[in-house]
């Protein structure tokens, strides 16, 4: 609370304009500031009056000087939702909300004058007829014929839920009729609150889009839209008698209300024009109305415009926003329909996006050479089936610059038509994560996983020897050792550690549960077998059964005292993690702008980071040389026994290692293990006089670092045409959508967990020591 009598100063501000951010936030600018002082004794009615006075807006004197004016502010750290200041305790809020805040930044909104008086007008719903309709408008027993000559038929139009189609892709505008407390048109100018007041100034420019008799639209679906405004602005439902393609027939919702209109179209041509119109109103108005003219285009139209900027906006927040701006109270399956449809309108057809991929990787491979682009489609109906991509800068950047080293994982798309990403990324030599490839399947299966990396294998033309950090299940223990022969595959530590507690559900405390943890990634981390029997005997002691799981679960592809491959001490596939951030901006795309947006990611990525390896002066990349010299820290402890050849003992409090020089090898195992000279290693290096960073793995240079970002990604022009492919017998094919849809509910979410934030779940008990446990202690020894 802020203390009584305690001065604080409000800057009010109008006229500038609202802009908004990168991140989402709000800035104002432009406009006049004044500034009051005001402290917890003032209220609100005079806060507004001395507003209003200050800026000369309210245009009279009196108790209605400033009822016109409305007051914002900013929650302290929110800069994204303005908060309305509509009573003393709101105006109380907001300095308790401001109390350790010497200023207030309060934003002054000037709401245009009200509308005429209708107090002196008829109390029959003809008052809402606009003053075009009275001047021009003949009487409802002028006939106007059809261009075809054909009477206008009067049988009422039953429709029940089997009828709904969606009027933007037929050409009948069919209207859903809802329960009245589903649907309720809230009275145009029942009362003066904020709320209705923004709702006037937002449909008063809608009073005149229907005039009368003669009136032309370009198109049936334009007098369609020009009906449903001129009904939401006038508040009254209509139904239809009859709709089509070239003519429409109107009346009103209620029972004996003669308003009635009919339009049709002229001959040869595609206008629509009114023919008959009985402008007047008999029913008591907007509060027995119970249709609603608010279909799921005219939502769309509205919140298009908005959608661009905020593509989260939420369904609820549709609705809350329709309802304080136009006075029709929308469900959530209208306002989350609307949504769908203004996003499809915004980035194209999910469907036609499948049959522009051919174009899409030829244009890869076109602006972007020695890229490779490929898909392929089910034989059986030609539905999409999965969709390979790796950029040339990947592809280079990789073989110059990266360790033969590659993490494997999937994520689950939440786009229309499911589907799962497939990713190949590498550790760059800052230890940052490179992506090197991607593909985009139907499902994420054993036969798909193959192909991903029979495309990879074409890609990545190398003799090396590659090591994989990958799932040992979904049929990749299978396909690494098939298509990449000679490689290794160590499998990922989180995975396992999953299929661990899956298998064995239900058997353990989430106490056991941690201490098997600490045991597991003990055991994977220890440099040598002893370290790892240690731990394993204690998972032995807790659990006899998890220990059996455990040896079954070949640790030789696991454990870094068995493993023959080169991991690096990355024990898990968390690499795919990059991919999954991005992915939250683009898996609800279609698929050629989900490509796109990857696309525009990584070369993002790729430029920043050469900007970055551009100013770095050292010899190692900055993680790197941190690490090195953490391990120069223990050289002081050390003592180093001198020999005539390269194999050197080196002692410790405890414990000797043998360090040979020429092979880079340490008993410890941890130069071998890391790539980079251990504590022991660089006790030797220096007694020999000899550099430490010509004993570091070369992939940790600055040199190789800036070799890895060297290369470009160049943009893709915009995929406008749909593209049929070819082919070997001669006909055309046309790509569909695979046959999966997303189901209903709140999609899930996969959640990653950092490989830091699983180092932090050892923690040892007798040191109290991160990244080990006790059964590997130094101090134990």
């Not at 009615?45 to 006075?53: K, N």
């Not at 029942?190 to 005149?208: C, F, G, L, M, R």
């Not at 027939?249 to 009635?260: F, I, L, N, Q």
């Not at 030609?382 to 590659?406: D, E, I, K, N, T």
Request: proline fraction near 5%; aromatic fraction near 10%.
């Amino acid at each position: 609370m802020a203390m009584a009598g305690a001065k604080t100063i409000a800057i009010c501000q109008l006229g500038g304009e609202f802009h908004t951010e990168n991140d989402g936030s709000l800035s104002y600018r432009g406009g006049d500031a004044h500034a009051i002082d005001i402290d917890d004794q003032v209220n609100f009615a005079d806060f507004r009056m001395e507003v209003a006075e200050m800026f000369n807006c309210g245009g009279g004197g009196g108790a209605t000087f400033n009822s016109n004016i409305s007051l914002k502010y900013f929650l302290p750290g929110n800069q994204k939702t303005l908060i309305t200041i509509s009573n003393d305790k709101d105006f109380q809020r907001m300095l308790r909300f401001h109390s350790h805040s010497l200023t207030i930044d309060v934003y002054v909104f000037v709401d245009q004058p009200p509308l005429p008086d209708f107090s002196s007008f008829p109390a029959s719903r003809s008052s809402r007829t606009t003053l075009s309709e009275a001047q021009q408008l003949p009487p409802a027993t002028d006939h106007v014929p059809d261009a075809e000559g054909e009477d206008v038929i009067d049988a009422h139009h039953d429709i029940t839920l089997a009828d709904i189609v969606d009027d933007t892709t037929s050409q009948v505008d069919i209207h859903i009729d809802l329960p009245q407390e589903m649907s309720p048109l809230l009275p145009l100018m029942a009362s003066t609150s904020s709320n209705e007041k923004h709702h006037v100034k937002a449909v008063e420019q809608w009073q005149d889009t229907i005039t009368g008799v003669g009136q032309r639209f370009s198109n049936v679906n334009e007098f369609r839209e020009s009906l449903r405004r001129y009904a939401i602005a006038h508040q009254f439902a209509f139904k239809y008698k009859k709709n089509d393609s070239h003519r429409v027939t109107v009346k009103c919702k209620a029972e004996g209300c003669p308003w009635r209109i009919h339009a049709s179209r002229l001959s040869d041509t595609q206008l629509i024009c009114i023919k008959k119109m009985n402008p007047t109103h008999t029913c008591d108005g907007s509060v027995l109305t119970t249709g609603n003219q608010a279909t799921r285009s005219w939502v769309a139209s509205i919140i298009k415009e908005k959608l661009k900027v905020f593509p989260n906006y939420k369904p609820k927040d549709i609705v809350n926003d329709i309802k304080q701006e136009y006075g029709v109270q929308l469900n959530y399956f209208q306002a989350w329909r609307g949504k769908e449809i203004a996003k499809e309108q915004l980035q194209g057809s999910f469907k036609d996006a499948y049959n522009q991929l051919p174009l899409l990787c030829d244009q890869i491979v076109e602006t972007n050479p020695g890229s490779l682009a490929t898909f392929t489609t089910k034989e059986e109906d030609s539905s999409f089936q999965r969709l390979f991509v790796s950029f040339h800068a990947s592809l280079s950047g990789f073989l110059q610059g990266c360790r033969p080293l590659l993490f494997l994982d999937s994520i689950s798309l939440q786009s229309k038509y499911q589907g799962a990403l497939l990713a190949a990324t590498a550790a760059d030599g800052n230890d940052e994560v490179f992506p090197v490839a991607f593909a985009v399947v139907d499902t994420e299966t054993d036969e798909n996983w193959h192909w991903f990396l029979l495309q990879l294998k074409t890609a990545l033309p190398t003799s090396c020897p590659l090591t994989f950090v990958a799932d040992r299940q979904k049929g990749l223990k299978e396909s690494i050792a098939e298509v990449f022969e000679g490689s290794h595959h160590g499998y990922c530590l989180r995975y396992l550690t999953e299929q661990l507690f899956r298998e064995l559900k239900g058997q353990f405390s989430h106490e056991v549960k941690r201490l098997i943890i600490e045991d597991l990634y003990g055991a994977a981390y220890a440099p040598r077998p002893e370290a790892f029997q240690q731990c394993i005997e204690s998972i032995k002691s807790i659990s006899p059964k998890t220990y059996s799981w455990i040896m079954h679960s070949e640790p030789q592809n696991w454990a870094n005292s068995f493993f023959q491959g080169a991991r690096y001490n990355h024990m898990t596939s968390n690499f795919g993690e990059l991919f999954y951030s991005w992915m939250s901006d683009a898996d609800e795309l279609p698929i050629t702008q989900m490509v796109d947006v990857l696309r525009g990611k990584i070369a993002e990525l790729v430029y920043a980071r050469r900007l970055n390896g551009d100013q770095w002066l050292t010899k190692l990349t900055p993680s790197m040389e941190e690490k090195l010299d953490k391990e120069n820290l223990s050289i002081g402890a050390l003592q180093v026994l001198l020999s005539a050849g390269n194999t050197f003992e080196v002692r410790g409090e405890s414990v000797a290692e043998v360090v040979d020089v020429d092979h880079w090898d340490c008993s410890c195992k941890g130069w071998q293990l890391s790539g980079l000279p251990c504590s022991h290693a660089l006790a030797v290096i220096g007694c020999i006089g000899r550099s430490p960073y010509d004993y570091c793995s070369r992939y940790f240079s600055t040199d190789c670092y800036r070799l890895t970002y060297s290369e470009s990604v160049h943009p893709i022009p915009q995929v406008e045409r749909p593209s049929e492919r070819k082919p070997l017998n001669g006909g055309v094919v046309t790509i569909t959508p695979p046959p999966t849809r997303r189901p209903p509910g709140r999609p899930t979410t996969k959640k990653y967990v950092t490989q830091e934030t699983m180092k932090r779940q050892l923690q040892c008990s007798r040191c109290k020591g991160l990244g080990h446990n006790k059964s590997t202690c130094k101090e134990n020894l």
